[in-house]
């Protein structure tokens, strides 16, 4: 078995057998990796506190010929990212980032800057800005390096530059961008934009992170761009994240928080 060593945060957890834990990491050298932590939920546990949800670390995990789960070693913190899970909004937020990674990712395709990705958005998360804001833009950048970029800046069907005459546009998640009224069929695969929101998309995806963190977005605009990044998730997804439906619940969609 050979041991591999990297930089890593929890982006997923569940009870395997009478003690073990089946581990989801998103690493910065091997892209997602699923483990078994052994004894890990026993309470003498060597590794403690750990492998809670969002925790950046260092692991240590030996890769096994028979399966294509590994055998977590060791798992040392770096940044527990804590005051994500201790408040309601920043923690149904945060678990919405890192089921949509860990259902859009293929295990084992590395990408150092979706890595870099997810550690900017946790940081924004604890921090003491917009934690929705913070989860739109991570979805924003998300999709782009996970192969799925959205066309924005002409009509898919006529080729007529945005933002269209009329304002209106539709976003078509099948076609793979936007499609101006007149060429949008009845029933299309999407959602609905102004033009304003279409423009302002493409706006965020040219600003630096920290300039798309404070750029000034009206809150029914902003609503509406994350709302229709929500939806582009789910669709990839092929159904409604679990930590969506349990924000639905307790507040509201993604991108309208306080």
């Given amino acids: 078995m050979a041991l591999r060593k990297t930089q890593a945060v929890v982006i997923g957890r569940m009870a395997l057998g009478e003690s073990d834990r089946l581990v989801t990491f998103y690493t910065r050298e091997f892209g997602k990796v699923r483990g078994v932590a052994k004894a890990a939920r026993r309470q003498r ?35 527990p990212f804590q005051a994500v899970g201790e408040d309601l909004e920043r923690l149904t937020l945060g678990s919405w980032v890192v089921e949509c990674l860990g259902r859009l990712s293929a295990d ?8 870099g990705l997810l550690l900017r ?21 998300a999709v782009d390096l996970l192969g799925h970029r959205l066309r924005l800046d002409r009509c898919l069907e006529c080729g007529k ?5 009329g ?18 069929p009845y029933g299309s695969d999407g959602v609905d934009l102004s033009g304003a929101a279409v423009a302002a ?10 300039e798309a963190l404070r750029a000034a977005l009206p809150p ?17 997804i092929g159904q409604v994240p679990r930590s969506a439906r349990f924000r639905a619940q307790i ?8």
Avoid: N
């Fill in 161 to 165: 530059p945005s933002p269209f005459s």
């Fill in 45 to 79: 546990s060597r590794f403690g506190s750990a492998l809670e949800l969002f925790t950046q670390g260092q692991l240590l995990f030996f890769e096994t010929e028979r399966s294509d789960l590994a055998k977590v070693d060791a798992f040392d913190i770096i940044h």
């Fill in 220 to 236: 029914p605009l902003e609503a509406e761009m994350a709302g229709a990044m929500e939806e582009q998730m789910t669709r990839l």
């Fill in 167 to 184: 304002g209106a546009a539709r976003l078509d998640f099948t076609a793979g961008g936007v499609v101006c009224e007149p060429c949008a």
């Fill in 251 to 258: 507040r509201a969609p993604i991108g309208a928080s306080r």
């Fill in 108 to 115: 084992r395709d590395p990408s150092p800057t979706l890595y």
């Fill in 121 to 141: 958005t946790l940081k924004a998360l604890e921090g003491p800005g917009r934690p929705a804001r913070a989860a739109f833009c991570f979805a924003i950048r």
């Fill in 201 to 210: 998309l493409r706006r965020l995806r040219t600003l630096s992170w920290d």
